[in-house]
């Protein structure tokens, strides 16, 4: 993304396990509260793991109303819900006017895989003549993104990106590069991720969640006794804006968006053993993209999720980019509260490092009671800290190779606009 033209966010939808809503969502990070439940949206009775970040209270009626809710499956609706949030939030009206300047970005990777298993039971068991045609839309993956637009009678470009952990964060880049390259005045970007059974069970099968062991399931970034993640379910987008654009309709600018960055790491597995200059890459090119220094980030909004080798490799990287000064800035992770959500990971992510900017904390690492001697930076645990963040740094890696990272900063406006500094 090259800065020829302002990126700012004026608008957040949230939907996570522990609140739903921007305010919600913020105050939940700042108290430490965590949002894993006994699963309730199938049976758990095969599994040795029955704990995840559900949303409980989801309720799509109450968000979007009645009409055209009966053909969609939970992903979509999550998405769907995310999306109104934000563009009330942001205090924007889709218009005649401006919708052809209204693009779509979302990140999704399992979103479609409980609708396709359901789908493709039904015509195995029963006969192709037996399935139901207004199910099919759901078994696409591009179709939360294609539910947005369909909704809310946006006509820009829409984009479906899934690149795994990374997806969520690269939607977001893609929308700024979008805006910047003077091809979208607004997107709205994100990620989403259901809980379902398919996807559970992949997670299950592979010895990733933690309490496989028998242990209590707990999601412990950092911590030397951490021994995997909680599976959840989140959906984040913000409406990303051209400066301008935003200013003209008197909008609030949250935050803006002054660098992103992508790497792929061929040496990358499943463990991590190996993997780490991908995302040092990544960190790098999203400092340059912004015309940062190191010493310039205030605060990383980490994507350690409690696994050995993502948290040590994300320890490594970090030390490689920064030198003595990565021992020098705060780092969390709020995947110890909200869990592991994928495709949404890095735009739940991206929406808590805002709110810091705006609220003045770092969220917390919650659950931390062990160092790790691999793990070794200022990590913020337990409780939040109270500071006025000027930059922050968001990443993601994936486990076969993608890494993104992304930078953001406290808005400094012109006098009289709203949330200047």
């Known amino acids: 993304m090259k800065n020829s033209r302002g990126v700012v966010i004026t608008g957040m939808g949230v939907l996570s396990p522990i609140g739903i809503g921007k305010d919600n969502y913020s105050e939940a990070l700042f108290h430490g509260k965590t949002g894993f439940r006994e699963i309730s949206l199938f049976d758990t009775n095969q599994f040795h793991v029955r704990l995840a970040g559900e949303i409980a209270d989801f309720d799509p009626v109450l968000l979007l109303g009645r009409k055209g809710l009966r053909t969609l499956d939970r992903s979509t609706m999550l998405i769907n819900s995310a999306a109104g949030l934000a563009l009330r939030d942001a205090g924007l009206e889709v218009t005649e006017d401006n919708t052809h300047s209204i693009g779509v970005s979302i990140g999704s990777t399992f979103g479609s895989l409980h609708s396709i ?81 398919e996807t559970f069970l992949g997670f299950h099968s592979l010895g990733c969640l933690s309490g496989m062991d028998g242990s209590e399931p707990v999601s412990r970034p950092f911590d030397a006794g951490r021994n995997g993640i909680i599976f959840s379910e989140g959906s984040a987008v913000l409406v990303i804006e051209e400066e301008g654009h935003a200013l003209e309709r008197g909008a609030e600018i949250i935050a803006v968006i002054k660098g992103c960055g992508s790497a792929f790491d061929p040496a990358a597995n499943r463990s991590f053993s190996h993997a780490g200059i991908g995302l040092a890459d990544a960190i790098r090119l999203a400092l340059k993209d912004a015309d940062l220094s190191p010493e310039d980030i205030g605060y990383i909004s980490s994507c350690a999720n409690a696994t050995k080798g993502l948290d040590r490799m994300e320890t490594r990287a970090i030390k490689e980019v920064f030198g003595k000064h990565a021992l020098n800035i705060p780092v969390s992770s709020v995947k110890s509260m909200i869990g592991e959500s994928f495709s949404a990971s890095g735009a739940l992510s991206l929406a808590a490092a805002a709110l810091a900017i705006r609220g003045g904390f770092i969220p917390p690492t919650m659950n931390y009671r062990e160092r790790d001697p691999e793990c070794d930076l200022d990590y913020v645990v337990n409780q939040a800290e109270r500071k006025q963040i000027e930059t922050a740094l968001v990443t993601s890696a994936d486990p076969y190779g993608n890494n993104t990272a992304v930078v953001i900063r406290r808005y400094k406006g012109l006098k009289g606009v709203p949330n200047a500094a």
């Open 117 to 197: 298993s359901q789908f493709d039971c039904v015509g195995i068991l029963e006969g192709p003549k037996s399935v139901n045609p207004s199910h099919f839309p759901n078994t696409v993956i591009n179709s939360p993104a294609s539910q947005v637009s369909i909704r809310f009678k946006i006509k820009g470009f829409n984009t479906t990106i899934s690149t795994g952990f990374c997806a969520g964060l690269d939607a977001v880049s893609y929308a700024a590069d979008f805006i910047a390259l003077k091809r979208a005045d607004v997107v709205l970007a994100g990620g989403v991720e259901e809980l379902c059974e």
